[in-house]
């Protein structure tokens, strides 16, 4: 079963840092690229970030760039956020999300919600 | 960059009927295009790529149209379950994807 599986959300204070983790399972990981995609309470879907299947490209949004890094591990099937200086702006579900069988985002877990507050 | 504009912003429609929900981008996509639907509390769901091909397990009533900066997504006889949040999404844009506002149809 083709599964996408995050992880690490919660409550954390302005300026504070948190890593989210992606498992995956299903399919052959490190042919993909891993995509990261947020969405405010009540807002659309924003891109924040890509990371290739080999880990040697990484781009960003803006809005993170800087405070951000995408990163994977492919012997552990694992994609990660390591996220710095938190925001309040940056609370969102967090979602991770892969071409796999189609050229656009097939696959998507379920979000792990982020909440920036003091 | 590249903006995705979506209208229009609500679409209210009866069951039954067309819906027809459009996607503008400000400079060329080629056919880079992909369309999802949302349902509050879920995750996205991929209804079409490449413009117009239908993913996986996609009822025939979802087609995708357009090439270059213009786009439909077309529901030919709307059933309960297709009231959601529709996203257009310009892919393979290296460094940067990109993501229409959302379109919302709901029950007219």
């Known amino acids: 079963q083709v599964q996408l599986v995050e992880s690490g959300g919660g409550v954390v204070q302005p300026g504070r840092s948190l890593r989210l983790s992606c498992a995956a399972s299903?399919?052959?990981?490190?042919?993909?690229?891993m995509h990261w995609v947020r969405q405010a309470p009540g807002k659309g879907l924003e891109w924040v970030a890509v990371v290739s299947y080999d880990g040697s490209n990484q781009h960003y949004a803006d809005s993170v760039k800087g405070r951000f890094t995408i990163s994977r591990d492919n012997s552990k099937n694992t994609v990660y956020l390591q996220m710095n200086s938190l925001r309040a702006e940056d609370t969102a579900v967090y979602y991770c999300?892969?071409?796999?069988?189609?050229?656009?985002?097939?696959?998507w877990g379920q979000g792990t919600l982020v909440t920036v507050s003091s | 960059e590249i903006v995705m504009t979506q209208s229009p912003a609500t679409l209210s429609v009866s069951p039954g009927e067309r819906a027809t929900l459009s996607c503008r981008a400000s400079?060329?996509?080629?056919?880079?295009l992909a369309w999802y639907q949302q349902k509050p509390g879920q995750a996205p769901r991929l209804l079409i790529y490449?413009?117009?091909t239908r993913a996986t397990g996609i009822p025939a009533r979802f087609s995708g149209s357009g090439s270059g900066t213009e786009f439909t997504l077309t529901i030919s006889s709307l059933q309960s379950e297709d009231f959601a949040v529709y996203y257009c999404h310009h892919y393979n844009n290296w460094p940067r994807d990109t993501f229409g506002q959302g379109t919302k149809l709901e029950i007219k």
């Open positions: 400079q060329s996509v080629r056919s880079n």
């Open positions: 490449g413009a117009s």
């Open positions: 999300a892969s071409p796999v069988w189609a050229a656009a985002f097939d696959i």
């Open positions: 299903g399919f052959i990981f490190s042919s993909y690229a």
